[in-house]
């Protein structure tokens, strides 16, 4: 949705799932609210960009930010709880995804098209899915005691 006065446009995304809708020459703006792909027992692979950078901003809610480097065929996984109000940067070139607890949105700022083709994916096995899934909900159970 967007709202425009005569100097200001102001954007807001309600629908579930990823949303580009700022595109302009060289970057673009994102919102990714949660949807069921978000939920960390749906995430099945990680996504690299190989030209950009991409940067999220926690809008709302609670979210994991996965990163890994990939060894032997097996991802070293990194998982940091979002805080609202902190902008992470995950560089080119490292694999990444997001679990998103319901009712979360997280803002993204990176090149422009990244969406369209500027992304490989490394499908995690079993044992790698459940690693993650493990290392995720420790940290949301933690932040739960907080």
Same mark, same amino acid.
């Given at each position: 949705?967007?709202?425009?006065?005569?100097?200001?446009?102001?954007?807001?995304?309600?629908?579930?799932?990823?949303?580009?809708?700022?595109?302009?020459?060289?970057?673009?703006?994102?919102?990714?609210?949660?949807?069921?792909?978000?939920? !960390?027992?749906?995430?099945? #692979?990680? *996504?690299? +960009? &190989?030209?950009?950078? /991409?940067? =999220?901003? $926690?809008?709302?809610? @609670?979210?994991?930010?996965?990163?890994?480097?990939?060894?032997?065929?097996?991802?070293?996984?990194?998982?940091?709880?979002?805080?609202?109000?902190?902008?992470?940067?995950?560089?080119?070139?490292?694999?990444?995804?997001?679990?998103?607890?319901?009712?979360?949105? !997280?803002?993204?700022?990176? #090149?422009? *098209?990244? +969406? &369209?083709?500027?992304? /490989?994916? =490394?499908? $995690?096995?079993?044992? @790698?899915?459940?690693?993650?899934?493990?290392?995720?909900?420790?940290?949301?159970?933690?932040?739960?005691?907080?």
């Amino acid at each position: 949705m967007v709202e425009t006065n005569k100097l200001i446009e102001k954007y807001r995304e309600a629908g579930d799932g990823y949303h580009p809708f700022l595109i302009r020459d060289g970057w673009q703006v994102a919102q990714l609210n949660y949807d069921d792909n978000q939920k !960390v027992e749906n995430i099945k #692979k990680l *996504d690299v +960009h &190989l030209k950009t950078d /991409e940067v =999220f901003v $926690l809008l709302k809610g @609670q979210a994991v930010l996965i990163t890994a480097s990939i060894e032997n065929n097996r991802p070293l996984f990194e998982l940091e709880l979002m805080k609202s109000g902190i902008t992470y940067n995950v560089p080119q070139d490292v694999w990444h995804n997001i679990a998103m607890l319901k009712g979360s949105e !997280v803002l993204i700022v990176e #090149k422009s *098209d990244t +969406h &369209l083709s500027d992304f /490989e994916f =490394f499908n $995690l096995t079993e044992e @790698q899915q459940a690693l993650m899934v493990q290392g995720v909900n420790e940290i949301f159970s933690k932040n739960k005691k907080n």
